[in-house]
Nanobody, 119 residues
Framework: QVQLVVSGGGLVQPGGSLRLSCAAS????????MGWYRQAPGKQRELVAT???????NYADSVKGRFTISRDNAKNTVYLQMNSLKPEDVAVYYCNVRGRTGLGRFDYWGQGTQVTVSS
């Protein structure tokens, strides 16, 4: 069993910053890709950023240069530093973690956290 605990999110003014974190725990043998996705009202869930176990990152064009994904492998935690936030970044943000336990592969989603950008 794998648990994901998400923290961060909240209300920020345009141009502000927020940091999200997602910590995985449980009977984890290894973690491969970790990522963040978001879903705005009335829209489908979309990729924000991913990071591999080797540190290779991938970003949606809309967040390049503003958001930074990172991970702490010792803590099984992935972070999303969000700078220069815009109203169009408003969404529920979800983390995704893929890896292996002793029983096989897993692909888990954390609970969503709301990010609101408003003056």
């Amino acid at each position: 069993q794998v648990q994901l605990v998400v923290s961060g999110g909240g209300l920020v003014q345009p141009g502000g910053s927020l940091r999200l974190s997602c910590a995985a725990s449980g009977s984890i043998f290894s973690i491969n890709a970790m990522g963040w996705y978001r879903q705005a009202p009335g829209k489908q869930r979309e990729l924000v950023a991913t990071i591999t176990s080797g540190g290779i990152t991938n970003y949606a064009d809309s967040v390049k240069g503003r958001f930074t994904i990172s991970r702490d492998n010792a803590k099984n935690t992935v972070y999303l530093q969000m700078n220069s936030l815009k109203p169009e970044d408003v969404a529920v943000y979800y983390c995704n973690v893929r890896g292996r336990t002793g029983l096989g592969r897993f692909d888990y989603w954390g609970q969503g956290t709301q990010v609101t950008v408003s003056s």
